[in-house]
């Protein structure tokens, strides 16, 4: 089975900081790769996806994440956040062997909080 | 846009209750999943399905079963709820490009 990693429980911003969520994963063959993000009452949704090519990925509202194939990472990244970015980030990932048909390895999350 | 419906937001039940989850997609996905998601636990996988009437158990199957009679629909039952079930409960399908799509989530309370 695989297993994700990532760092950080609980992470407490001022806006305009800058954002580093850790992402680590236990597969070295081909990955899917996923950051979603739940905000306060909402569902999950997709933020960004790296399937192949370029290892850094954009994703919605100004978030992007860099596939580090070598470091088996996926961090996502945001030079400027805002208190609306205040939600919960999950890493996925799924490999291509190992992986029972499309399911997902999700990580435990990241609560990211942004002070005004 | 695809769309999976949850038949509640909330639920609450008593211990020893049989229990039903019900979620819906309209993009006629193939695999469909249900997660239970608590606090820093993340998302843990309880079962999936890849057709209609196949099922494959995830990693916390024990005290649930499931059900796809039909490929939009996907429930989730609980035999008989214990409070240790008390969570939050997603369902999501997948497409095509492995992107899995959500549902609002039930938060089921057993009491």
């Known amino acids: 089975a695989q297993s994700v990693s990532q760092h950080n429980h609980h992470v407490i911003l001022s806006e305009a900081a800058s954002l580093e969520l850790g992402c680590n994963y236990s597969?070295?063959?081909?990955?899917?790769l996923f950051w979603y993000v739940q905000y306060p009452g909402q569902h999950l949704q997709l933020l960004l996806k790296?399937?192949?090519?370029?290892?850094l990925v954009k994703g919605i509202k100004g978030f992007e994440a860099e596939f580090i194939k070598s470091k088996f990472s996926f961090n996502l990244r945001k030079p400027s956040v805002q208190w609306s970015d205040t939600a919960e980030y999950f890493c996925?990932?799924?490999?291509?062997?190992?992986?029972?048909?499309?399911?997902?390895?999700f990580g435990r999350g990241t609560q990211l909080t942004v002070w005004p | 846009d695809v769309k999976v419906t949850q038949s509640s937001r909330y639920l609450v039940k008593r211990t020893g209750e049989k229990v039903f989850l019900e979620c819906v997609q309209d993009?006629?996905?193939?695999?469909m999943f249900w997660y239970r998601q608590d606090p820093g636990l993340g998302l843990r996988l309880i079962y999936f399905?890849?057709?209609?009437?196949?099922?494959e158990k995830g990693d916390i199957p024990e005290g649930y079963s499931v059900s796809r009679e039909k490929k939009e629909r996907f429930s989730l039952i609980l035999e008989s709820a214990s409070t240790n079930q008390t969570s939050m409960y997603l369902c999501?399908?997948?497409?095509?490009?492995?992107?899995?799509?959500f549902g609002p989530g039930t938060r089921l309370t057993v009491l």
């Open positions: 996925a990932v799924k490999a291509d062997r190992g992986s029972t048909l499309g399911r997902l390895y």
């Open positions: 999501a399908s997948r497409d095509r490009r492995n992107e899995q799509f």
């Open positions: 993009m006629d996905h193939e695999n």
């Open positions: 399905s890849y057709d209609v009437k196949m099922k």
């Open positions: 790296y399937f192949s090519g370029d290892p």
């Open positions: 597969y070295g063959g081909t990955v899917n």
